[in-house]
Each structure stands twice: as structure tokens, then as C-alpha cells.
């Protein structure tokens, strides 16, 4: 909730997540290791002038699936680099399911399942445990997925483990910490509208999926005071059950021992849950306008403009990678044309972003000084333009591919991300090899690929322009923009509690 | 430290993530706890079991320096094919003269631009214009200065030939030739960050690049050329009004600092004033560099699948063509003691923030361990007394902690407390209850469960780091630079583990004093908003 202003001041939250979800971890990767090589010259070369060896074949950490008679789905992953363990239970669950008018419930229930307590056990002796042993246990509902984490060295495996499996299946949602939490959640819905990128964030996102839809509501006083205790744990009991839960565990352990006290752990949790959810629909709801949201106070508009978007497992999906590549980036177009010849921003993306089970956005944006703002947004909208009407040269189209594969490898430094990879893609009902097939679409991605996606899925007229800044020194520029369309203002001012 | 980087954006890749990195940070080094000089106890540390794990990274370090004083530090680890790399300068926000704020960062950013052979398609035709457009420059500043005298047409057509130059100029250049080349052949995390006390320059490749990591990172800092220098001005104070003008927090930072330090360069933004960031010249920016960034400046750390002997060799083929420079003059100035509380209050629409610091000495100093005990009571985790007491107990505040090494640790800084009121709360409430804590920690011994706790987390945050090449490279460098030895990486948890509750005592009680104290009040601009 307060990611935000933790993020503004201090890289790492400290108090609710000491060591913010070290989901998976580490581990002996079975990669074959690459010899040295001997050094070609004893002088020094440009780099035009050197040769590299071929990186080793990519060999994949050894995993274990197995799955318990109550439907929990159990991956294991030995790794003995460090005295380490940690886990991550995948939660089929979202706060896109939750009612509209008790907009929070998934997020509090998440905060709860872990600060609320459970049967045998209250909060305190549960921090204090864990904290006096440097140990963490972490739970959250997000959009799409409920996440249970905990990271422990590997001498604490049984205490750490104990604790997660009596959080996960016995929480009883102390009413004192849920108005705690509540109170939390006021004061960053009070603090929702202090930094201009995630005012820009969500307003964009509200007239994109519109303001009611559950990919982009907000949680409001009203929503939050309608929630109560009761709520929170049938929320809880109709969708935290051992047969919508993927368990993942990774570390200094020995597999069969471990799998023997998950067995212990969870298998005599019986399953409750037993409905489908239905996934809410999207359609877009504001296309082609322009919007402002005034702040007088600031010097800069942030700018975001953006449509609905699509899937991963689109068969375009790599496509749309490479062309992201050309876009972006270190000698990417936006880049090089609108921050470095142009001198118009810090910050300035264009990207098709796609997700998992609903459509993403194509998205872009930055900050420029106001006097700027329409320069700005006809330099973006020119750049996305002109990768629809002109092939890429080959240079580019060899840039953006190498790009991706070249650093490939970095997706497999460590184990865990193997194992969260595998996770997500069964969560989300993916092939095993998704990575390798998007490995494989990059590889025969040519020019007119590029041209033909950047043609089918950018439609340069539907897009949303959103702009917070200093209306009075903006709105001229922008309504050269389009004549025929003014800038709409929207209201951001916080709805008080009814 | 404050940091500013060099880029805000990242393209998306494969992995989760969002597309904008806001690095708007208060960073503390890698680890909860930072270094210091070692102390002789070293009883528990020795008798744990993570101890081995310690001792073996320790024998996996080589370093060496080359004979021009360019130092290297080597961890091999071969879990992948990775390795990652970062270049320390030491020079940051203090080294800059008044009225230069901003040139370390401003150089980190041409850093960026290439060399007379990369980013370029011809320099000995682009640096003629190169040279006309400052000379340009000058004169159009001069007449600016001269006011009212000076003819309107004349600075017109001065200005009309500037962009023409300008243009000229960068018909010639390749934009970000040097980070396409890093990205394409497999870079990832290319980025540059300034704080006060040093400037980072990092990356990782695949472990067969290594050869062309020492072509292109000796070739940027042997033959740079500032090019789209003016261009790139723009885009800094971008930067600026992101980061600071239009950001309450960033705002606030500065003000703060300005009034905690009257003395110290800390006292300044590392992202420069406006006026001074416009005021800078390339050739300003050329000397810093020729003054700074030379060999016995610059440490590098290597972290990840090589071999320390080829490193070595290739280190002396590559960064030996530098040649051997005077040592940079130090900072001279020295923060006085503080003799009374200062207070600042900064308007903005914003919810309120309560912060505060007093000042402590540099990281090397016996006592820093003590600090770090302190930060870690005080602020790690849900039972931590800032936690329990203001957010979970009084419920005064959203969130509050405390930590060490604002705005950097080299010298004597600050301990930085902060806490975001809770709705219908006031500062004052978050400052009474702060106080109570620092009251309360400097004036009883603070119990054995919680020191053990802070002490047993120190540990496990070390152990836990070793396994990030990257995050290595980082702490590696960080403590060979301040400390002079790399090694006080892991001697640290010496010092922490021989921290008694009666140091705690000593040291608060010192520190903690009305007159060692400066406060700032974010307030909103409707006074009546903030109950």
C-alpha cells in the first residue's frame, strides 16, 4: 500500500517485508561452466576487433513437482551455494474478484492472512519468533494473484516452516490489526495524489479499462469502511484452499526430507474452495481523447498515453518484443530521437505490454517541461507512427533481436528464477517451454514482421492522452494538437467518506 | 546517499517488471548494517555456522593494482555464466566548487556519449563544430550577461548559428552508440548512479565478454568526448524538476540539507541547482574529469564467472594504458559542531512528513557499528521501536524508521529519521513520539534480546547478499574505496557482534541532544488540510 512512499524514500521496506519476498532463491545451477578463454592479444583491441567464444548450452536447475492428495501442487528445488531456504505459495485468488463496493478486500485479507494472527499463535509472538532468527514471512493479494513467502537460513527450516503452514491455514484476523490495516489504507488513499507519476498511472489506467472495472478501481473510503472482519475471512475460506495453491521451495535442503514435512505440513488441509472464477471482461472504455488533470503547482507535465493492449500467448508476442526493443532503450528511437537529439525528457518509453489472462496496455509517455508538452507528445506520436509506415533497417531489426538473445542467460543466473518462471507459467496455465518459445520468436522475427505488428496492433488514433500539469500553461499547446479536440479535465479530489 | 542515475527507463524484457525505474532513493549501503574498523572480539561470528560461508567468498577475492594506481578487486563465482562489473570513482557531490553543483552528475551523463571512436561517424569533422559551439556558447552567455547594451539582433543571429552548428554537430554523432554496443551484445543493468561521495558506472555481460567489458569501459574513460553536450543539459534539468522541483520529498531533502550542514559540501544537491547546472561548460566538465577520474581514483570490482589471472592480465593491457595523475585534492571543509536545533518547514501539495537528523561521524569511525545496532533496534522489522510504537502502538504514523549515512558516509553525516503521519494525526504527534523513542533509547540499556536480534540480522543480511553478483561488485567496491580494504566488508559483523547495550547507551546519549538536531516539516499548501 505504501510501495509508493517507501519507494520515494528507501529502496528496501523494512517493516512489512524485511527482506521483501526473497521468492525462490539461490542455488547451484547446472550449467556447464564456461572455461576460461585464453586472451586473443596482449594489446589492447577495439571492440569492433574482438572475438567472443559461444556461451555454453543453458541447462536447467533439477525440480521435483509433486502434488498432495488435497490438489496442492508442490515444486522443490535443491540449492546448497548458502544455508539458505525459502518458499513461495502461488494463491489462485485476486482482488479482481472482489465486490465492487468492498474495493480493498482482497488487499486486506492479504495483509491480514499474515499480521492478523493466527489459531495457536498472536501476531506479536509471530514477529518476534521470526524477527529474533532473521526470518521473514510475507503474504499479499494483488491484482491477479495471492503470494504466501517466507526466506529463513536453513538451520530454522522447521520453525520457519511451521509458522508459514499455521499462517497460511489458520489466520484469525485480529480485529485490532484489521483496523490498523484500515487505517493504513486511509492514510494512502489521503497520500494517493502526492506524486504526479502515479496520479498519471491511475488515471490512465481508469480511462483506459475504465473506472470501474476491476483493473483499474481504486480503493476508496467508502469501499474500505464497508468491510468487515467477516468479510475478510470468508474472502479468505472461499479462496485460500490447498487445491488453488502452486507451493514452490528452493535451497539448502535435501528434496525427499523436505517433501516429507510438506506432507506433514499441508496434507491434512482439506480443500474448500470448490467454484470457478470467471475472468472480469475488458473492453475498452475511452479511446482517442485528451484529458488533463491540473496541477498549477508543478513546472513539468507528466505525460501517458496509451490503448488497450494484448496477451502474452498472442503468436505475435515476440514480435511486439523486438519492436519494444527498437523503441526503446540504449540507441532505441525514443531515446536517441525525443531525450538525446531532442533534449524533451529524462524519461520518455513507448511499449506494447502485454499480460498473462487480460489485455495489457500499449503505453507511453515521460515528463517534459510544460511549454513543451505538445512538442513532446508529437515526437512520441511520430516515432509510433513512423515504425508503422517505414520498414526498420536491418541494423535495428539485428540490434533489438541481439538484445534479448544475447543476454538470454541472465534469465537462468539463479535457480529460483527457473522456478518462479515455472510457477507463473502453470498458474497461468502456459507451456513449461514459453520462455524458449519466445526464444525461438525472436530468432525468426524479421522487418516486415515488425512493420506488421507495429500496423496491427498500434492504432495511433485510439490513443488516450492524459497530461498532469499546469493546465493554464498547457491546454494552448495542446489544443494544437487537434483542433477539433480540447482537453477534458478530470477530477482527482478525493471522495470523503460517506 | 542520495543517488541520481542516469536513465529512467528500461525497455521491457521477459522478466516481470514495470518499464520506469524512479530512482528517487535514500540509499543505504547494500546491507542493513554498514562498515567500520575492526575490533579485536570476535567471539560469536567465529563460533557461527554462516562463518564458513563468509570465509570461503573471502578466498575466492583477489585484487591487485595496477601501476598506474588503478585498483581491482576480483570475487570468482561460477554459479552461471554471468559476470558483473562496476567502475568507483571516487569523486561525487562534495568534490564540486561552489557554484559547479551538479558537475559530477552531468559528467556521469556524457560519460555516456562515446569516444572519438564510438558515437561518431567521423570526429575529426564533428570536433571543429564541437569546439565552435562552446566558443558560441560563451559569446551568447557574455552578451546575455551585458544585458540591455547589447543588441537584440546580433545575440539572434549568434543564436541562430548555435543551432546550426548544433545540428551540423550531431549530424555526426550516433546517438547512445556506446550503450547500444553494451546492450547488444548481451548487457544488462547498464546504468550510472552519482551520489555525494562517488559516481558508479555498472553492468553485467555473459562471462565470455569480459574482453570486450575491458575494451569499452577503459576505452570511455581513456578518450571520452563530451559530445551533445548541450543537448544533454536539458535533459539533466529534466532530471532536476522530476526529482526535485516538482517532487515534495526531493524538495524538502534539499532544504533540509542545506540547513543541517552549513559547512560540508553534504549541504549541496548532488543533482546541482538549476542555475548552476545551466551555468556549467563543457570544458568545465573536461577539467573535472582530467582532475577526478584519474588511475588511484577509480577502483573496479569484477563479480562472477572468471578467472582472476586472465582478468589480470587483461586489466594491465586495457586500463594500464592509462596514464598515472596527481591525487585529487580531498575536501578540506569540516561540518562544525552543531551549538543549536534548527528547523525548516517546506510547503507543497503533499501530506505531511515529519524528518530529522543529527549529526554522526564518517563510516570509519569506531563507533559506526554502534550506530548500525542502533538504526537496526529502532527500525528493522514489525518489532523494531519505531514500529511498534508510532505505527502499530500510537498509530500516529504510517511508516517511521531511522537509518545511517545520509546524505553519505565518507564523512561525518547524519542519522535521518523519518515518519508519515497517519490520518488525523499531526507531526508534532510523529515528532513526540519519536522523541520518546530516542529519549528512551539513550537513556536505558537497551535489552539483550534485541541486541542479539539486531546482531543475528546483520549476519544473516551479509550472508544473504552473497549470492547477487552485482550486489557484490557493489558492496565489494563501496567498502575498498571507504575503508581502504574490501575486507572490512565481512569485519564489520566483528564489530557489530562486539557492540554491548552499554555502547549503545554511550553513543546515544551522545548523539540524540536537542542541539545535535535539525528538523524539516513537509506541510501541505492548505494549512488547514494537515489536522
Redesign the interface.
Known amino acids: 500500500m505504501?510501495s509508493l512512499?517507501?519507494?520515494?524514500?528507501?529502496?528496501r521496506p523494512?517493516?512489512?517485508s524485511?527482506?521483501l519476498i526473497?521468492v525462490g532463491?539461490?542455488?547451484?545451477?547446472a550449467?556447464t561452466?564456461?572455461q576460461?578463454?585464453?586472451?586473443?592479444?596482449?594489446?589492447?583491441?577495439?571492440?569492433t576487433d574482438?572475438e567472443?567464444?559461444?556461451?555454453?548450452e543453458i541447462q536447467l536447475p533439477d525440480s521435483t513437482r509433486v502434488e498432495l492428495d488435497n490438489g496442492m501442487v508442490v515444486y522443490l528445488v535443491e540449492d546448497h551455494?548458502?544455508?539458505?531456504v525459502s518458499g513461495s505459495a502461488t494463491i489462485r485468488i485476486g482482488s479482481r474478484f472482489e465486490p465492487t463496493d468492498k474495493i480493498g478486500l482482497a488487499a486486506l485479507t492479504g495483509e491480514l492472512i499474515r499480521?492478523g494472527g493466527t489459531r495457536d499463535r498472536s501476531a506479536d509472538e509471530i514477529?518476534?519468533t521470526l524477527?529474533?532468527?532473521?526470518a521473514a514471512v510475507e503474504t499479499s493479494i494483488e491484482l491477479t494473484v495471492g503470494t504466501a513467502s517466507f526466506?529463513a537460513?536453513s538451520?530454522d527450516t522447521d520453525t520457519v516452516l511451521t509458522l508459514f503452514a499455521d499462517i497460511l491455514q489458520h489466520p484469525v484476523f485480529d480485529a485490532s490489526k484489521l483496523d490498523?490495516a484500515k487505517?493504513?489504507f486511509?492514510?494512502?488513499i489521503?497520500?494517493r495524489?502526492?506524486?504526479?507519476?502515479e496520479i498519471a498511472d491511475r488515471e490512465l489506467t481508469k480511462l483506459i479499462y475504465g473506472a470501474t472495472s476491476p483493473y483499474a478501481r481504486t480503493v476508496e473510503y467508502s469501499t474500505l469502511d464497508n468491510i468487515t472482519r467477516r468479510d475478510l475471512i470468508d474472502f479468505y475460506t472461499d479462496h485460500v484452499s490447498p487445491d488453488r495453491i502452486i507451493l514452490g521451495l528452493v535451497g539448502d535442503f535435501d528434496t525427499k526430507a523436505m517433501k516429507q514435512k510438506v506432507i506433514e505440513l499441508f496434507g491434512g488441509w482439506a480443500a474448500t474452495s470448490n467454484h470457478e472464477l470467471a475472468l472480469p471482461e475488458v473492453t475498452p472504455a475511452t479511446v482517442n481523447g485528451i484529458y488533463i488533470v491540473d496541477?498549477p503547482?508543478?513546472?513539468?507535465s507528466y505525460v501517458e498515453m496509451g490503448h488497450l493492449g494484448g496477451l502474452r500467448n498472442s503468436p505475435d508476442y515476440a514480435q511486439l518484443?523486438v519492436m519494444?526493443?527498437v523503441?526503446?532503450?540504449?540507441?532505441?528511437r525514443l531515446?536517441?530521437?525525443v531525450?538525446?537529439?531532442?533534449?524533451?525528457?529524462?524519461?520518455?518509453?513507448a511499449?506494447w505490454?502485454a499480460n498473462y489472462d487480460y489485455p495489457g496496455l500499449f503505453i507511453a509517455g515521460?515528463?517534459?517541461?510544460a511549454e513543451s508538452t505538445a512538442d513532446f507528445i508529437r515526437a512520441i506520436r511520430a516515432e509510433i507512427e513512423r515504425i508503422r509506415d517505414e520498414a526498420i533497417t536491418p541494423a535495428e531489426l539485428?540490434?533489438a533481436k541481439?538484445?534479448?538473445?544475447?543476454?538470454?542467460?541472465?534469465?537462468?543466473?539463479?535457480p529460483d528464477q527457473t522456478l518462479s518462471r515455472l510457477i507463473?507459467y502453470e498458474y497461468y496455465g502456459y507451456p513449461s517451454d514459453f520462455?524458449f518459445q519466445?526464444q525461438r520468436g525472436i530468432e525468426a522475427t524479421t522487418i516486415a514482421d515488425v512493420q506488421r505488428v507495429a500496423r496491427t496492433y498500434l492504432t495511433p488514433e485510439d490513443l488516450t492522452i492524459l497530461v498532469v500539469g499546469n493546465a493554464a500553461q498547457v491546454n494552448p499547446s495542446l489544443n494544437s494538437l487537434d483542433p477539433d479536440r480540447t482537453a477534458q479535465p478530470i477530477d482527482i479530489s478525493i471522495p470523503a467518506a460517506s | 546517499m542520495r543517488s541520481v542515475n542516469f536513465w529512467g527507463v528500461w525497455s521491457r524484457g521477459l522478466a516481470d517488471g514495470w518499464w520506469r525505474v524512479v530512482c528517487i532513493t535514500l540509499m543505504l549501503g547494500v546491507l542493513a548494517v554498514g562498515g567500520g574498523l575492526v575490533l579485536p572480539s570476535a567471539a560469536l561470528a567465529d563460533r557461527l555456522p554462516i562463518q564458513s560461508y563468509i570465509d570461503r567468498t573471502i578466498a575466492n577475492v583477489t585484487d591487485f593494482t595496477l601501476e598506474n594506481g588503478m585498483r581491482f578487486i576480483v570475487l570468482e563465482r561460477h554459479e552461471s555464466p554471468t559476470v558483473s562489473f562496476i567502475t568507483y570513482a571516487n569523486v561525487g557531490g562534495v568534490d564540486e566548487p561552489p557554484g559547479k553543483t551538479g558537475i559530477a552528475h552531468f559528467l556521469e551523463h556524457l560519460a555516456f556519449k562515446g569516444t572519438t571512436r564510438i558515437g561518431t561517424t567521423d570526429y575529426a569533422a564533428e570536433q571543429p563544430l564541437l569546439d565552435r559551439l562552446d566558443e558560441l556558447h560563451r559569446e551568447i552567455k557574455r552578451k546575455q550577461a551585458a544585458g540591455a547594451a547589447i543588441d537584440p539582433d546580433a545575440l539572434a543571429a549568434l543564436k541562430a548559428e548555435f543551432e546550426q552548428v548544433e545540428t551540423a554537430a550531431n549530424s555526426y554523432a550516433i546517438q547512445n552508440e556506446f550503450g547500444q554496443i553494451v546492450q547488444q551484445a548481451g548487457g544488462v543493468g547498464l546504468n550510472a548512479t552519482t551520489s555525494a561521495d562517488a559516481t558508479r558506472y555498472f553492468y553485467s555481460f555473459p562471462s565470455n565478454k569480459l574482453e570486450l567489458w575491458m575494451s569499452l569501459e577503459s576505452e570511455r574513460f581513456l578518450d571520452p568526448v563530451f559530445r551533445e553536450f548541450y543537448k544533454e543539459q536539458q535533459v539533466i534539468l529534466e532530471e532536476r524538476r522530476l526529482r526535485t522541483d516538482n517532487s515534495p520529498i526531493g524538495a524538502t531533502i534539499e532544504a533540509f540539507l542545506a540547513t543541517a550542514f552549513t559547512t560540508h559540501p553534504y549541504r549541496h544537491p548532488t543533482i546541482g541547482f538549476a542555475a548552476d547546472i545551466e551555468g556549467l561548460s563543457r570544458d568545465e566538465v573536461q577539467a573535472f574529469f582530467e582532475t577526478y577520474y584519474v588511475p588511484n581514483n577509480l577502483t573496479v570490482a569484477i563479480v562472477g564467472d572468471v578467472n582472476p589471472k586472465q582478468v589480470r592480465r587483461l586489466a594491465k593491457t586495457y586500463f594500464g594504458r592509462y596514464p598515472a595523475g596527481p591525487t585529487p585534492p580531498p575536501v578540506t571543509q569540516v561540518e562544525p559542531e552543531q551549538t543549536a536545533e534548527r528547523s525548516i518547514e517546506v510547503r507543497m501539495q503533499s501530506e505531511p512528513w515529519y524528518i530529522e537528523g543529527y549529526h554522526r561521524p564518517s563510516l570509519n569511525h569506531p563507533d559506526n557499528a554502534t550506530y548500525d545496532a542502533i538504526a537496526s533496534i529502532l527500525s528493522n522489522g514489525r518489532t523494531s521501536r519505531l514500529y511498534s510504537a508510532l505505527v502499530q502502538g500510537q498509530q500516529v504514523a504510517l511508516y517511521a524508521e531511522g537509518f545511517n549515512g545520509f546524505p553519505g558516509d565518507r564523512y561525518p553525516n547524519l542519522m535521518l529519521f523519518y515518519g508519515l503521519t497517519a490520518p488525523g494525526h499531526s507531526v508534532d504527534e510523529v515528532q513526540a513520539a519519536l522523541h520518546e523513542e530516542i529519549q528512551r533509547i539513550a537513556s536505558e540499556p537497551v535489552s539483550e534480546i534485541e541486541l542479539d536480534r539486531a546482531k543475528t540480522q546483520a549476519r544473516a543480511s551479509l550472508l544473504r547478499s552473497l549470492n547477487s553478483n552485482s550486489g557484490m561488485a557493489s558492496s565489494l567496491v563501496n567498502y575498498q574505496a571507504k575503508t581502504g580494504d574490501w575486507r572490512n566488508l565481512f569485519e564489520q559483523l566483528k564489530a557489530i557482534d562486539a557492540v554491548t547495550a552499554a555502547d549503545i547507551l554511550r553513543v546515544a546519549r551522545a548523539t540524540f541532544t536537542d542541539q545535535n538536531r535539525t528538523i524539516a516539516r513537509l506541510l501541505p499548501l492548505d494549512a488547514a488540510a494537515n489536522p
Open positions: 505504501l512512499l517507501r519507494r520515494l524514500f528507501y529502496p523494512k517493516s512489512r524485511p527482506w526473497v532463491c539461490v542455488t547451484a545451477i550449467i561452466l564456461l576460461p578463454q585464453p586472451s586473443a592479444a596482449a594489446t589492447a583491441q577495439h571492440y574482438l567472443f567464444p559461444p556461451l555454453p551455494e548458502l544455508p539458505l499480521t514477529d518476534a524477527e529474533q532468527i532473521a526466506s537460513l538451520e490498523l487505517n493504513q486511509r492514510g494512502s489521503a497520500r495524489n502526492d506524486d504526479p507519476n496541477r503547482d508543478l513546472s513539468q518484443g519494444n526493443n523503441l526503446n532503450g540504449f540507441g532505441g531515446f536517441d530521437e531525450r538525446s537529439r531532442q533534449g524533451l525528457a529524462y524519461t520518455v518509453y511499449a505490454s515521460g515528463q517534459t517541461r539485428q540490434a541481439d538484445k534479448t538473445l544475447n543476454s538470454f542467460i541472465f534469465n537462468f543466473a539463479d507463473r520462455i519466445y
